[in-house]
């Protein structure tokens, strides 16, 4: 199954404002993904929606969020169930730092439904980091049963390894995240130390055309979340897609 899990939506700052949720599913199924991952910034509020349009057309949505910790380094956290979704809601709720957003330097922030019609602007600036540290979140996303997975670990910000310099050997994760122009060879050979780990390669889209820029295959034999998991968890350098 071909996954490209780290997608943005109209709710993120930084996403555009084509990012609505019927666009992004039609754009998938043009790419060939069998499963995605909406991963708005400390928000999981668009999950629900894509999701719905998903099971209808065919694609498989995972439900999560791409939150900030308190080290500023980017995580993406899946949960199953509208239970889970909710409680992580309220989590990022909680320890969102308050700063209001301001639309015309940061973008709007927008909750929207399939006809594409605003339902809700959110006011807090979604961007910056939750008062929890990378440990904390780990422990509260597997506490739900949930996927943990450092994003974009390549980059030269808002990574794991911009901001630690290093991966927490105690620091339990699904996976790591490569971005669509990762050097992937020349990083391993840099960071030897990763290997053993699963990898997974995400397109990270604010623009739809740049949705299943690059992919996942995971392993397994029909989809659901706990197979998704395992899948993640197993998930080799041969099984991403670069393109």
Known sequence: MRADLHIHTVLSPCGDIEMSPLAIINRAKERSLDIIGVTDHNSTLMAPIIKEIGEREGVYVLCGAE?????????????????????????????LMKVPNNPDIFGYQLVVNESEEVLYQEENLLIGAIEQSLDEVERFVHSLGGIF???????ASNS??????????????????F???????????NNAYLIGNSFICSSDAHYIEDVGRCSTLLEMNSISFESIKEAV?????ENLILT
């Open 67 to 95: 939150v900030t910790t308190i080290e500023e380094v980017h995580i993406l956290a899946f949960v199953d169930g509208s239970k889970a979704l909710t409680q992580l809601q309220e989590y990022l709720n909680r320890y």
């Open 149 to 155: 997975i450092p994003a974009h670990i390549d980059k």
């Open 160 to 177: 794991l390894l911009s901001q630690l310099g290093f991966l927490p050997p105690d620091l339990s994760v699904d996976a790591l995240e």
């Open 179 to 189: 971005s669509a122009n990762c050097k992937v060879d020349s990083f391993i050979k």
């Open 233 to 237: 968890k197993r998930s080799g350098l």
